[in-house]
C-alpha cells in the first residue's frame, strides 16, 4: 500500500515539479539505482568527478547528465568481472 502511494504521489508531482526539483530527484533515483549494482567505484572517476564539478558549465554538466541516462537505456556500461 505504501508504495503503491508513493509511486502515484511521485508521478501526480512529475509535471509540476520545478528543475530543482527535478534534478533532486534524479539524483535520489540515480543514489538509489547505483546501490543495487555490484563492483566498487575506481578511485580515479571519485576524483575526476570531484574536479569536474567545478570545471563543467552548467550546459556542460546537463549534457553530461543525458548522454549518461542514454548509455543507461541502451545498455551501453561494462560489466562487472568477479575474479
Excluded at 508521478?11 to 527535478?22: P, V, W
Excluded at 539524483?27 to 539505482?33: F, N, P, Q
Excluded at 563492483?39 to 564539478?53: D, K, P, Y
Aim: proline share 0%; aromatic share 6%; hydrophobic share 30%.
Amino acid at each position: 500500500m505504501a508504495k503503491d502511494y508513493a509511486d502515484r504521489s511521485l508521478y501526480n508531482f512529475s509535471d509540476k515539479l520545478t528543475k530543482r526539483e527535478q534534478l533532486f530527484l534524479l539524483s535520489s533515483l540515480a543514489a538509489r539505482l547505483c546501490s543495487y549494482e555490484e563492483g566498487e567505484i575506481r578511485s580515479s572517476l571519485i576524483t575526476a568527478t570531484r574536479h569536474a564539478q567545478g570545471q563543467l558549465t552548467r550546459d556542460e554538466s546537463e549534457q553530461l547528465c543525458e548522454a549518461l541516462i542514454n548509455q543507461i537505456r541502451r545498455g551501453c556500461h561494462e560489466q562487472v568481472h568477479n575474479s
